[in-house]
Antibody, heavy 119, light 110 residues
Framework: QVLLQESGPGLVKPSQTLSLTCTVS??????????WSWIRQSAGQGLEWIGR???????NYNPSLKSRVIISVDTSKNQFSLKLSSVTAADTAVYYC???????????WGQGTLVTVSS | QSVLTQPPSASGTPGQRVTISCSGS????????VYWYQQLPGTAPRLLIY???QRPSGVPDRFSGSRSGTSASLAMSGLRSEDEADYYC???????????FGVGTKLTVL
């Protein structure tokens, strides 16, 4: 059973950088043709895909966030990470990490972590 | 504003059949598979349907999906109280080179 767990600060000041890590257990992050995404959900709102990374290092980002996002992977630690710079209150959301298998959608999700942007 | 259009709400009584629609464009639903996710209150989304009409292990056959042209739909038969949740459609968008989601449909079981 693959498990994903987000970790990182729950409070970030405006203009600073939000940093989160997703730790994958129950399997190697490098196995198969999986890719790893970050998805967020503002209070009472829908889901917004932030971006994804393959263990090769190849990335895709949501065009609306691309200028502020960096997703990286550390295969030795079975982790991937999100950095979102110049945050504002609009970036306050529950952030999920998720695995996508080839053509199978997001089949495993973390429980989500709330990040609040406030001074 | 979401790229995929869903009705904000739907409802039904226990045992009824309910359908939720998802409308997109040629760059997403028109050319790529559709996925459906169920989000129970206070929990992470769960994959319900993949590749338009496939159910992951553990998803009851009461749930079914279909796609035609630039639209897709999720059908739930034999509605149960535990089906009360938010439902999201999603697809890869070739123009954006990214995943897009619908705004979500809140299903109420009356």
């Amino acid at each position: 059973q693959v498990l994903l767990q987000e970790s990182g600060p729950g409070l970030v000041k405006p203009s600073q950088t939000l940093s989160l890590t997703c730790t994958v257990s129950g399997g190697s992050i490098s196995s198969g043709s999986n890719n790893w995404s970050w998805i967020r959900q503002s209070a009472g709102q829908g889901l917004e895909w932030i971006g994804r990374i393959y263990t090769s290092g190849s990335t895709n980002y949501n065009p609306s966030l691309k200028s502020r996002v960096i997703i990286s992977v550390d295969t030795s630690k079975n982790q991937f990470s999100l950095k979102l710079s110049s945050v504002t209150a609009a970036d306050t959301a529950v952030y999920y990490c998720a695995r996508a298998s080839r053509l199978a959608g997001f089949d495993y999700w973390g429980q989500g972590t709330l990040v609040t942007v406030s001074s | 504003q979401s790229v995929l259009t869903q009705p904000p709400s739907a409802s039904g009584t226990p045992g009824q059949r309910v359908t939720i629609s998802c409308s997109g464009s040629s760059s997403n639903i028109g050319d790529n598979y559709v996925y459906w996710y169920q989000q129970l209150p206070g929990t992470a989304p769960r994959l319900l349907i993949y590749k338009d009409d496939q159910r992951p292990s553990g998803v009851p056959d009461r749930f079914s999906g279909s796609r035609s042209g630039t639209s897709a739909s999720l059908a739930m038969s034999g509605l149960r109280s535990e089906d009360e949740a938010d439902y999201y459609c999603a697809a890869w968008d070739d123009s954006l080179s990214g995943w897009v989601f619908g705004v979500g449909t809140k299903l109420t079981v009356l």
